[in-house]
């Protein structure tokens, strides 16, 4: 018999790890990954792929060389990172665009502060928004869903290669909601995904799948994507009750863009969300605000990205002034 | 049934492995030399009252608690008294304990060794207090805090129900599962008296589900008892700390930072009430209690009545030796018991049960960085954040701590068994909790 | 374009005016007339901030000094530990005092407790803090006095003079322990000792702080005193007191004889920085005469100079 162990309680420890959390999300963003393959054909799989391995690459490097410390690439972080960002850039974004975001993500947003679970911000979004600064006009210009079988000619000519959400923001320039809404797509298509687009914004379908998946499993809690679309719903419902020429209605917001996705995939990341439930309910909701004012006043015509980033920034703070409950009013002895 | 009650905040689930349900409780046979430490209880320890060379009896008083909160300890065996030396104790720190080489098994006289059920109550209210703590009654549910200290509502207050926690809700234990199949008579008539020693008309026996033949069993006795009801539970875990049973059954949330009382309600283990019964209506102390021995590879893992004071290696190779794959040895439940180093220390008062764990579960998971995913913020009990409670341990900021509550926790361990990154947050909680305590204290003298 | 431009110059000069001007009357207005012999004495001190004079920070310590200068004419009991004398002196001239001399200490770890003398009983599986384990268990070798081998000790030392053992599990302290005391605070078992570092470091000292009878304490280390009184008896300078089965050694009292060294019959007792022993007595235990040559001989490593811990040989050579 070897020597007995001394340790304090518990003895035992659950099933939950790292590594389950992080696969089990990976596996939530199989059904969109698929559709964006579906829908954008090998070029999707190309930005999957090389998006993920960049990220695996650049972890083990930093890893491996800088850091000098054990290497945890295959505990699914970087990976979901990797997905991530593909999901969040167009189809035929150039190579090495995706790597660079790719270092970005990792080297400067995740590693440069330590690695999981220390980064204040989500990596895959940071990579998404250096990209976009940076290289504008690549990152905005979406190809049209070309199917992988057949052709599809859904997808009226007027809108070009932009996405409902750009087509929108600059059609109002000159021309009302109802106008433009009848040159663009139904909802419908909106919802399984016949629109251009970043990869994974697509398809809403899909998406939902996943995050139904997710909350089946208990990776994420609903507070934040429920606090987000919600707020989102009623913010720009009520702008559209006022006045129906100048804003779309609720549902367009919520099957269009990144909503979804950052919802579900990207706001819920728990490194960089607030831990108390109330902490993420107002975080959901300053996202949720933050993402119409931007689409409908800012510069960009998407505001997800941005939003989520800014409300990163406010966990800290949000985890100070909304504590969980305590068990019992607290009764401090003076 | 209806949807079942239990606490709302927090809590987890962990595998039950009751492996030693089915099994009767068993008398273990007597040790040959008995290690009785003076101070098996929450608070100050005894005082000695005999002597080496001195032969005693069963039930004989062996130590005095003399400071409030501190309780008897009578000799569970007879015999002479070898010395009275520093003995382990669970931790591996030497106490003073007294050393007895047990010859035959007498007994002093005035206590009732037979099994037959006395359901009268002679004793007055106060006789009853009186009793209880002459006889080193304490708390059996683990924490060991004097019974009779809690019969005592202090000025002010009044107690208007009393809770008889069944719960047994860490994983691998029977001790408490089993007294209420075999016992249920004995507990109820403790029950009745400890409600009388409180002065209430109302007591509530909580059960979880996953003990459908106590919750029968005791059910059906209880309807011959007056203002007793059984009150099954849904199956969560730390359901046997006193203020989530109480939010469990009556809905009332004790205060952060106060006692029970402070709600009107007491709670004593069903273990405490038997022990109850028998001194207040056999005489007899607190000599021996229900023992659980269990593990995945232990060969007959089993329930016995253990005379306080035999070492645990007799328990062990009663239940079929120390298994070759063991890797740690457990005086308690998974969840919150202590690691034992050595199979010298003997069963006091306190001990629920021995578990032995497989040197494939004995090692704790790697621990690596918090991914802030606020798990341990969920399944806490108390309302606290575990994760920020840790790091404020880690980085010695103590007043921190204390502003977050660290002293409410009532260390479960449910944030470190759920933790998907192994850390050790209940270590640097209890941490925290020591070293805020000592500066409270230390605030107190001033 | 330039319009903007001398604007901006325009209005960002202004701000810094306007914010310069206000500075300068907050200052003013805020300005604590402050003894200049503070700043002087400040200068003086080595800047740790260590905590090792009993204040939170230099500056406080400085402040401590002048005070008790202009109030009582002296700066007893005030002392620098990590600059020793020649920092005291120092001091002492800024306020027009004089200080006596001080022998500098060091801190000593009285805890022989190695693997090898105390062997592992039980294994510790936890977060490697002192603290914790002590509230947890005895030890892993059983002794519930002993060191515990996780280095709260070393973390808190500023001064980068205290290291692990990896092969003993014990700490030992290097000539750069500046005797502040910081690990003397941080050991949950009191092991560690500020003594005095002695003529050219020779000191000597009991390497143990178990309290139980003889037989507990032998059983779970070779190395333990058991206050079995034969030290006490051989000290010529009443040096040396037995309380609770274990002797201590008062380093006021201690000449250096030497004499206690050979007759502990567990060689619990320490010398450190002594030239080897021409003729050695017998000894009942053989082990004791394997470890005695070795002392000197890793002394003399230490001596020369920063050999990491890492490179020290087991036995009873942490200082
Ligand atoms: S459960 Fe573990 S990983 Fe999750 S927040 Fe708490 S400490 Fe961090
Ligand atoms: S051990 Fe303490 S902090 Fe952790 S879950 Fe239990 S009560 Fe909460
Ligand atoms: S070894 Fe101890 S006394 Fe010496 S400098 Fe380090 S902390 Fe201070
Ligand atoms: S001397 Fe004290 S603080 Fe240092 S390692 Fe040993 S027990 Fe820990």
């Given amino acids: 018999m070897s020597m007995l162990t001394v340790s304090g309680s518990p003895h035992v420890h659950g099933d939950s790890s790292v590594k389950k959390i992080m696969y089990t999300v990976v596996i939530a963003m199989v059904p969109a990954m698929l559709v964006s393959v579906y829908f954008f054909g090998l070029d999707a799989l190309r ?133 433009l809404m009848s040159k663009m797509p139904d909802l419908m298509m909106d919802f399984i995904g016949f629109i251009g687009g970043s990869l994974g914004e697509v398809s809403v379908v899909a998406l939902l799948l996943g995050a139904i998946y997710m909350l089946i499993k208990k990776v994420i809690t609903w507070q934040i994507p429920f606090a987000y679309i919600g707020s989102v719903v009623v913010f720009t419902g009520i702008l559209w009750l006022i006045d129906p020429d100048m804003y779309v209605d609720p549902l367009f917001h919520l099957l269009t863009g990144g909503l979804i996705l950052g919802a579900f995939f990207m706001a819920t990341d728990m490194v960089s969300s607030p831990i108390s439930p109330w902490g993420q309910i107002v975080f959901g909701i300053g996202c949720g605000v933050i993402t119409i004012l931007i689409r409908i006043w800012g510069a960009y015509p998407e505001g997800v990205s941005f939003a989520i980033l800014i409300m990163n920034a406010f966990t800290p703070l949000l985890n100070r002034w909304l504590k969980p409950k305590l068990f019992g009013e607290t009764i401090k002895a003076a | 049934m209806g949807i079942l009650k239990t606490f709302s905040l927090g809590g987890v689930h962990p595998p039950e492995n009751k492996l030693s349900a089915d099994q009767a409780i068993e008398v273990l046979p007597l040790p040959k030399q008995a290690f009785i430490p003076l101070n098996q209880n929450l608070g100050a320890p005894g005082v000695a009252q005999v002597q080496k060379g001195d032969v005693i009896k069963v039930g004989q008083l062996l130590a005095k608690g003399e400071a409030f909160i501190s309780s008897n300890v009578h000799s569970p065996v007879s015999g002479k008294v070898l010395k009275i030396d520093n003995v382990m104790d669970p931790s591996g720190y030497r106490r003073p304990a007294v050393v007895v080489n047990v010859d035959g098994d007498e007994w002093v006289d005035g206590i009732d060794r037979t099994d037959t059920l006395v359901k009268e109550i002679k004793l007055s209210q106060k006789e009853i207090v009186e009793k209880i703590h002459q006889l080193g009654i304490v708390g059996l549910g683990g924490a060991t805090f004097p019974s009779h200290v809690k019969l005592m509502v202090p000025e002010g207050k009044t107690a208007d129900v009393l809770i008889i926690n069944g719960v047994e809700c860490e994983p691998y234990l ?43 069993n005791m059910t059906e006795l209880a309807g011959k008892f007056k203002g007793i009801e059984v009150c099954p539970l849904k199956v969560k875990y730390p359901q046997g700390g006193e203020k989530q049973l109480i939010k469990a059954t009556i809905r009332r949330e004790v205060p952060s930072g106060k006692l029970p009382i402070e709600v009107g309600a007491v709670v004593n283990n069903v273990g405490t009430a038997f022990a109850v019964y028998q001194a207040v209506q056999k005489n007899k102390p607190l000599i021996e209690r229900v023992v659980t021995i269990t593990g995945k590879s232990v060969a007959k893992p089993g329930n016995f009545m253990v005379r306080i004071g035999t070492p645990i290696r007799e328990l062990i190779e009663k239940a079929g030796g120390l298994p070759e794959d063991s890797g740690k040895m457990i005086g308690g439940g998974p969840m919150m018991g202590k690691a034992l180093l050595s199979m010298d220390t003997p069963v006091v008062k306190g001990s629920s049960g021995i578990l032995i764990l497989r040197e494939s579960e004995s090692k704790r998971v790697d621990v690596k960085n918090c991914i802030r995913c606020a798990r341990c913020v969920s399944v806490c009990p108390m309302g606290l954040e575990a994760v920020l409670l840790a790091q404020l341990a880690e980085m010695e900021m103590w007043e921190e701590s204390e502003q977050e509550n660290v002293m409410d926790c009532i260390e479960c361990g449910s944030c470190h068994y759920t933790c998907p990154s192994g850390r050790p947050l209940l270590d640097y909680i209890r941490l925290g909790k020591s070293k805020v305590g000592q500066i409270i204290r230390n605030r107190g003298k001033k | 374009m330039n319009d903007v431009m001398i604007f901006s110059v325009i209005s960002l000069g202004a701000i810094g005016i306007a914010a310069a001007v206000i500075l300068y009357f907050v200052a003013q207005k805020f300005k604590v007339i402050e003894d200049p012999k503070i700043d002087e004495v400040e200068e003086a001190l080595p800047a740790a901030n260590c905590g090792g004079c009993g204040f939170p920070g230099c500056r406080n310590f400085a402040e401590a000094t002048v005070k008790s200068a202009n109030e009582s004419k002296h700066i007893e009991g005030l002392n620098c530990p990590v600059g020793g004398n020649d920092v005291m002196t120092t001091v002492a001239a800024i306020l027009g005092l004089e200080v006596e001399e001080s022998k500098p200490l060091i801190a000593v770890i009285r805890c022989n407790g190695s693997r090898e003398n105390s062997p592992q009983k039980v294994e510790y599986d936890g977060p490697a803090t002192c603290a914790f384990a002590h509230n947890l268990y005895s030890g892993e070798g059983g002794c519930q006095y002993g060191c515990l081998g996780l280095g709260d000790c070393v973390a808190a030392c500023q001064f980068d003079a205290i290291h692990m053992d990896p092969v003993t599990g014990l700490p030992v302290v290097n000539d750069k322990c500046v005797a502040c005391g910081a690990c003397v605070k941080a050991c949950p078992r009191d092991i560690i000792e500020l003594r005095f570092k002695g003529p050219k470091d020779k000191r000597i000292f009991v390497s143990c702080v178990n309290k139980e009878r003889g037989g507990p304490a032998k059983k779970n280390c070779a190395v333990a005193c058991i206050g079995c009184g034969l030290c006490e008896k051989e000290c010529k300078f009443d040096a040396i007191t037995i309380i609770n089965n274990l002797a201590y050694i008062d380093y006021e009292k201690c000449k250096l004889c030497r004499k206690c060294v050979p007759v502990c019959p567990t060689n619990a007792i320490h010398e450190l920085h002594f030239p080897p022993k021409k003729e050695k007595p017998v000894k009942p235990e053989a082990a004791v005469k394997e470890e005695k040559p070795e002392l000197p001989a890793s002394k003399e490593e230490t001596d020369k100079g920063g050999v990491p811990p890492e490179d020290a040989k087991p036995g009873n050579q942490q200082a």
């Fill in chain 1, 47 to 179: 930005v999957l792929v090389i998006s993920s391995l960049s990220c695996l690459f650049f972890e083990w490097l930093i890893q491996k060389y800088l850091i000098k410390g054990p290497v945890t690439i295959f505990d699914g972080s970087a990976l979901i990172t990797g997905i991530l960002l593909a999901f969040n850039v167009p189809s035929n974004l150039p190579t090495w665009i995706i790597i660079v975001g790719a270092f970005v993500a990792i080297g400067m947003a995740k590693m440069s502060f330590g690695g999981l679970g220390k980064n204040p911000f989500n990596p895959a979004l940071v990579g998404r928004i250096f990209l976009l600064i940076s290289f504008p006009v690549q990152m905005t210009s979406w190809p049209e869903p070309k199917m992988l079988f057949g052709s599809m000619a859904s997808q009226p000519d007027a809108m070009g290669g932009a996405t409902p959400l750009g087509f929108l923001k600059e059609g109002l320039k000159n021309s009302t909601v109802p106008e």
């Fill in chain 2, 174 to 216: 029977t001790a408490d599962h089993r007294l209420m199949i075999e016992k249920g008579d004995e507990i109820l008539v403790g029950t009745t008296i400890l409600m009388k020693g409180l002065g209430v008309e109302r007591a509530i026996i909580g059960i979880e589900n996953n003990k459908p033949d106590a919750i029968k």
